[in-house]
T-cell receptor, first 116, second 111 residues
Framework: GAGVSQSPSNKVTEKGKDVELRCDPI?????LYWYRQSLGQGLEFLIY????????KSGLPSDRFSAERTGGSVSTLTIQRTQQEDSAVYLC??????????????FGPGTRLTVL | AQRVTQPEKLLSVFKGAPVELKCNYS??????LFWYVQYSRQRLQLLLR??SRESIKGFTADLNKGETSFHLKKPFAQEEDSAMYYC?????????????FGKGTKLSVIP
């Protein structure tokens, strides 16, 4: 079947605008992760979902960032009042099962966000 | 706090030469260590994990708890190995779900 998909692949926005990034995990995967990759930085963990619940939101860089997941499937990462430092590649990953017994995380192609 | 350090941003080697991509970590418990690879215009994918003790595409990595290292090695580099390589750590126990990544090393294999 298809892998993790993300949309849009590229997003250019103006400072102060809100953006929504979408992730479609692999069918049947209950765990979903968001990461951010900024220029010259590694991948920074943002948030994790098990089903529709996000047990830990401490990775979100500010209260302008929020995420939700509905139906145990699609997830949306929303950034309000975007700032230039939000420019990055946002990666989504999913894995089959419970978080504490390792399951391989499968990554999507990412959304490149540019804030002008 | 957990941390992964990849000291080299860029590593260039000639085809056929040995490759070693360094990774050091900081974690108080027993971590799980991984190497991820991203080829040009492709998505990030798992290369290998320490618990599997496997060799993938000729690459191996041994977890050295004394030195807190998980270096990636290959005896003879190939041009198709050119890519970005990320070392990642996952903590042990319930509640450990996120991967902590290093900043990555770009491997360039010179023909």
């Amino acid at each position: 079947g298809a892998g993790v998909s993300q949309s849009p692949s590229n997003k250019v926005t103006e400072k102060g605008k809100d953006v929504e990034l979408r992730c479609d995990p692999i069918s049947g995967h209950t765990a979903l992760y968001w990461y951010r990759q900024s220029l010259g930085q590694g991948l920074e963990f943002l948030i994790y979902f098990q089903g529709n619940s996000a047990p830990d939101k401490s990775g979100l860089p500010s209260d302008r960032f929020s995420a939700e997941r509905t139906g145990g499937s699609v997830s949306t990462l929303t950034i309000q009042r975007t700032q230039q430092e939000d420019s990055a590649v946002y990666l989504c990953a999913s894995s089959p099962g419970l978080a504490f017994s390792y399951n391989e995380q499968f990554f999507g192609p990412g959304t490149r966000l540019t804030v002008l | 706090a957990q941390r992964v350090t990849q000291p080299e941003k860029l590593l260039s080697v000639f085809k056929g030469a040995p490759v070693e991509l360094k990774c050091n970590y900081s974690y108080s418990g027993s971590p799980e260590l991984f190497w991820y690879v991203q080829y040009s215009r492709q998505r990030l994918q798992l290369l290998l994990r320490h618990i599997s003790r496997e060799s993938i595409k000729g690459f191996t990595a041994d977890l050295n708890k004394g030195e807190t290292s998980f270096h990636l090695k290959k005896p003879f580099a190939q041009e198709e190995d050119s890519a970005m390589y990320y070392c990642a750590l996952r903590g042990s126990g319930a509640g450990s779900y996120q991967l902590t990544f290093g900043k990555g090393t770009k491997l360039s294999v010179i023909p």
